[in-house]
């Protein structure tokens, strides 16, 4: 038969000894559980903490990966003592140093201006088709004006694929009020003639001629077709003004 002693030791004293002693025992258990707990949970932050150091050193491992090379992560800067007349701007590849660099001459292009009209539509050539002889570096080129006038002459040069910007410029005079201006590209190969059949039609003044740029790095000759100049120090581009 089962004996409950606890109840009995307590019997007459009106205690509940049961009561008490799990008290004592829950009293005894809490700090060891309570501490227990704690440990649990740091264990549970430091391994949290872990995991987003470890994915934060992932993404950055993961940017550095992109780059290909040191290049990616230098930047280098160029300065020009006369910003006015040269600026120059470095790229990844550019090697710190200094450069003595001396313009001579801009690159420039042909500009042809040609005898005034009356109107833009007066009819030339007597209304016949005209053909117009495009010269550019020693290559020939034939260009059909059909029903000519002067406003027909400039948009036929501007559309037959020469890299030619023909305009006309209204003088606002009494006569040869319009005149018919023709310019290329920059650089001395660029240069070209317009002439027609009559030698007669078009009688051009050459306004500007075309020329390539010409500067020294360091002492030496450089020339280019254009204002922009690459190459000529590595890594380096100069714009010429």
Do not use: C, H
Not at 35 to 56: F, N, P, Q
Not at 177 to 204: K, M, Q
């Amino acid at each position: 038969m089962a004996v409950d002693y606890l109840s009995a030791i307590g019997a007459g004293s009106g205690l509940n000894t049961t009561e008490i002693v799990d008290s004592l025992v829950e009293a005894e258990r809490a700090p060891q559980q309570m501490m227990l707990d704690r440990m649990i949970e740091k264990s549970e932050v430091t391994i949290s903490a872990y995991g987003v150091v470890k994915s934060t050193l992932s993404s950055l491992k993961t940017a550095f990966d992109g780059l290909n090379d040191v290049s990616e992560v230098r930047q280098l800067s160029a300065t020009s003592s006369d910003p006015e007349s040269i600026v120059a701007v470095a790229s990844a590849e550019a090697t710190a140093d200094s450069y003595d660099v001396s313009v001579t001459q801009l690159a420039q292009r042909d500009l042809w201006a040609f005898d005034g009209f009356d109107a833009l539509d007066e009819s030339l050539n007597s209304g016949n088709s005209l053909t117009l002889s495009v010269v550019i570096n020693g290559q020939t080129t034939d260009v059909v004006i059909d029903n000519p006038t002067p406003q027909a002459i400039a948009d036929g040069l501007n559309e037959a694929g020469l890299n030619l910007n023909a305009a006309i410029v209204d003088t606002g005079g009494e006569v040869n009020r319009y005149v018919l201006t023709v310019s290329g590209e920059l650089g001395e190969e660029s240069a070209f003639t317009i002439t027609d059949p009559s030698g007669s039609l078009l009688n051009g003044v050459r306004r500007s001629a075309a020329q390539d740029a010409e500067l020294t790095v360091n002492g030496v000759p450089v020339s280019r077709p254009t204002n922009l100049v690459e190459g000529a120090i590595p890594g380096v581009a100069l714009t010429l003004k």
